[in-house]
């Protein structure tokens, strides 16, 4: 990987970070060690040559979506910078991470992502892991959202949901719903999702993440407030 564009991916994990509890690290070591054995989404994680660690503050009562949301942003960033991603948060070695970078008592290796470029043809190993691609279904909005009727949201509900149901989420659970109102839109946990080991409010802050960036492209700003479970936060539109 060119060393400029490390130095960038480098800046972008220094820069980006929104929330006090969620910070990230660029690791420029071979992330062999830290994966353990075979992971799904994407089939094997071999020879990447760096690697994110998405780090959390766990004193922090919204550190889930904080990390979530935080980890995100990178990874979009890493990947308009033509590099590729995976996020691992089940499948992976927090200690050989904990050795590699500062991590204080209060804070915890949520997640990690390697980055490098991905080989294009994928194995038949690897097609039968991911079940030929159901692994990267997405469940129809009709299923996520309620709240205000469909005929009645703006375009830019529109575009930022659609940008929220795509996300990324671990085993590809989606684990959100989402409720319109006339002032913004709520993000909640599904709570019939499972829990395996990893927090379904990590996920639904990857899917605030990307509602909130196809609302800008909308010309919508807004803020979030993050609320309790099942709830997980608001994104209050600016008048
Ligand atoms: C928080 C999180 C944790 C994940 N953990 C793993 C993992 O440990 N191993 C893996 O192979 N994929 C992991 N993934 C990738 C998901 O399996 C993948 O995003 C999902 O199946 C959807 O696939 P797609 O994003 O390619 O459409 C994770 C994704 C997220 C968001």
Not at 112 to 126: D, F, H, L, N
């Amino acid at each position: 990987m060119a060393p400029e564009v490390l130095a960038v991916l480098d800046w972008v994990c220094n820069q980006f970070a929104p929330f006090p509890g969620a910070r990230s690290r660029l690791v420029t070591e071979p992330a062999k060690s830290v994966f353990k054995g075979i992971i799904g989404g994407f089939g094997k994680i071999k020879d990447a040559p760096a690697f994110i660690a998405f780090i959390g503050d766990m004193d922090d009562s919204f550190v889930q979506e904080e990390v979530g949301y935080t980890g995100e942003g990178i990874v979009l960033e890493a990947t308009a910078l033509g590099l590729n991603t995976c996020w691992v948060a089940g499948f992976f070695r927090p200690e050989i991470v904990a050795s590699l970078i500062e991590v204080s008592k209060k804070e915890q290796v949520l997640a990690i992502t390697p980055v490098g470029y991905a080989r294009e043809c994928k194995s038949w190993e690897e097609k039968l892991m991911t079940g030929f691609g159901r692994s990267h279904n997405r469940l129809a909005l009709s299923k996520l959202a309620r709240g205000l009727p469909t005929e009645q949201w703006p375009d830019w509900v529109n575009v930022s949901l659609e940008a929220a149901r795509r996300a990324p989420s671990a085993v590809n659970r989606q684990p959100w719903s989402f409720e319109v109102q006339d002032d913004g839109i709520t993000v909640l946990v599904r709570t019939r999702v499972p829990e395996f080991n990893v927090s379904k409010r990590l996920d639904c802050g990857i899917a605030m993440l990307h509602m909130e960036v196809a609302a800008a492209d909308c010309g919508c700003k807004g803020e979030w407030e993050f609320l309790p479970s099942p709830q997980v936060a608001k994104f209050k539109i600016r008048s």
